[in-house]
């Protein structure tokens, strides 16, 4: 096949167009899902890296590629509504308000798990995480393979979440059969993990579709428990209990990275300061900026990512995983940043960069 780029690795790159052509190349991917192999696939939020959820060596295979623990449960990713009963055995009717408004899309829904998904797959427990993604790319993938497939996010365990086919191969050329790349990520950051099967239901990963979107359609829903909790132990204890995979240290760059705890001009000068004292400690500094703190920067020798306008949050999580990849290879000493406030994607924002940082803000 002319698209196929073989490798030495064995790794086949499969490219496609992000409205899925040619067809052949998805049918190829889909042949291999089938096939019990590992296929990383382009979603809305970034790569997964897939196996056919109901084959047991195949979803072994993910745990292997990835160095990931079996403590940390799996999303299944489904084409169609038609498919929910065979991977959840209760669809209450909050979940079904919630699919009709928010599926497909970044929305993973946490729901009493069917008998036939295996044990690896929802880490031992009795709930599962579904979500329909709206990548024309996945769901084309998807509706050929015709099963449900497992899929977390296709890089090493613990590094920094793929938005494009080469961030996938970087982290795990040669581990998996495929790669099917169809271009960049557009949402940038995982989907929202949203936990039904409490009473009110919680998020248990902000995410893709806001915590405002969210309670549109179910207007109890609390926020991730971080928010509430009134000490760093309490959070962890609770998160522990119930977001298994929800490590406090996640997509993290391998070059140290400080995240201050403040949004617009506070932010900007608390990264000016540690940027200036580090310069003088002889350090080589990066930096993950607006376009607005890029330019407040300029003045410094400062290496900056700008991740875009600071009123366009949507496309400073696009931009997000990109430049922590682009700033960690290897020629800085220090990374900086700081949040973007708590309304619609900010939350998202603040929750993956608090992880990439260790799992800690730097108060300003
Ligand atoms: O956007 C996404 O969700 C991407 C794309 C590929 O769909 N996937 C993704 O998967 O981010 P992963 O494995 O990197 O993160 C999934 C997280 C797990 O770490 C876990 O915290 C949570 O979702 N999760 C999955 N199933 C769960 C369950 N049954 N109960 C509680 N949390 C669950
Ligand atoms: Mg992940």
Redesign the pocket.
Known sequence: MSDATPRDSHTLRLAVSPDGQPREAVSRAAELLRAGQLVAFP?E????LGADATNPAAVEGIFAAKGRPHS????V?IAEMRQLPDVVSHVPDSAARLAERFWPG?L?L?LP?AASIPASV??G?D???V?M?SHPVARLLLAAANVPVA????NRFMHT?PTTAAHVLADLDGRIACVLDGGPATVGV??T?L?LTTEPARV??P??VTLEELREVLPDVLGPRRSEASSEREELTATAA?????MPRHYAPHTPLVVFDAPGQAGRDAVRREAERALAGGQRVGALLSDEDARALADLPVRVEPLGPSADLAGISRRLYAALRSLDDGSLDLLLAHTFGKHGMGLALEDRLRRAAGGTLRPV
């Open positions: 979603t939020t970034v790569y997964g940390d449960p799996l999303i990713h970044p993973t946490v798990g929802t880490a427990g709930t599962v995480g979500r993604p899929a977390p996010s296709a979440s995982e989907s993990v936990d248990l990963r995410g893709g119930r977001a298994p995979g929800q």
